[in-house]
């Protein structure tokens, strides 16, 4: 999310706005996430008693583009209201289809994204062999190196910073480093030589919304599989390209919650739905809503960033 939030970055956090969620583990360590205080293994929390997910005032109603707090989905080794806590940006909610196209963001076919938040990785060419630090410092540039020839480089940038580093000495040219489309990352969901994905195009691809449904393919299958077989609880087989669920020859599927696909603003250096894929509603925490302080701890220093306490997170 950076630079939308930095590292040091105090936030408050409404669980009030997509409706409180009843604790799934109800015995649990005050004021402790996941550990005990002073210990770095032993569980804060007794997972042997769990209550069934259930939320005040129906379903969260999070909008695009809202940056939310969830508990992290793939962390299958902890109870749902115990996994690491994430926050990115809703970029498409329930019944949305989501396509990227160039490393931006297309809504049920129409561009919905927020450029003036966005970084991306870029290129940048000189004529020299170096770039004055202390200007890279000023614009708050943190991420990037030297390439592999001479006078090239990589830095991590939005926009306002990409036509500043064009007007500095002895660069020749700034450009985008932007996958090309069809080229296949098998780390990115779902993990399946079908989908011929990267980080900059990625889709089209159907968020799954309570009472929906959609038909069932071995192809399609490595979408919804996850949500199927652990979100959802069934029993998934499939026999001879026949998929069986609760040992019921199925072609379709229904949803039971609504899910949400989650971005980093940092678009080439975010952890995201790009890599795991959907979070369940009943992952959700709350919004993000206000910057309460942010204190600077890098290069070993302590100091206060007063331009950012009390500031809204959009």
Aim: with cysteine; net charge negative; hydrophobic share 35%.
């Amino acid at each position: 999310m950076e630079k939308s939030l930095l590292t040091g970055d105090y936030i408050i956090v409404s669980k009030l706005s997509y409706g409180p969620r009843i604790p799934i583990t109800p015995i649990s360590f005050p004021f402790a996430h996941q550990t005990l205080p002073f210990t770095e293994s032993t569980n804060s929390y007794l997972d042997w008693i769990q209550i069934p997910y259930l939320r005040l005032f129906s379903a969260p109603d999070i909008e695009r583009h809202d940056i939310v707090v969830f508990n992290w989905p793939v962390e299958d080794e902890r109870p749902v209201d115990q996994r690491t806590f994430y926050i990115k940006r809703c970029m498409a909610i329930a019944g949305d289809t989501l396509e990227l196209r160039d490393g931006q963001v297309y809504i049920n076919g129409k561009y919905n994204d927020c450029p003036e938040k966005l970084q991306f990785d870029y290129k940048v060419k000189t004529d020299v062999d170096s770039i004055n630090n202390d200007s890279l410092k000023l614009l708050g540039i943190t991420e990037g190196d030297h390439m592999q020839n001479k006078g090239e480089f990589w830095f991590t940038m939005n926009l306002e910073n990409v036509e500043i580093m064009k007007k500095f000495p002895h660069v020749t040219s700034v450009e985008p480093l932007i996958d090309r489309k069809g080229a296949y990352n098998d780390y990115m969901f779902p993990e399946n030589e079908h989908f011929l994905w990267n980080v900059d195009f990625f889709g089209p691809i159907y968020i799954p919304k309570e009472g929906d449904s959609v038909k069932l393919t071995k192809d399609s299958l490595p979408l919804y599989e996850r949500i199927i077989k652990v979100y959802e609880k069934n029993e998934l087989r499939v026999s001879n390209d026949s998929i069986f669920i609760n040992e019921v020859y199925s072609t379709s599927y229904t949803f039971k919650m609504n899910y949400y696909f989650m971005m980093g603003d940092n678009r080439h250096n975010s952890a995201d739905s790009r890599f795991w894929g959907f979070v369940p509603e009943d992952h959700i925490v709350g919004k993000t809503v206000l910057i309460l302080m942010s204190i600077d701890k890098s290069d070993g220093g302590n100091s206060i960033r007063g331009n950012r306490w009390f500031k809204s997170v959009d």
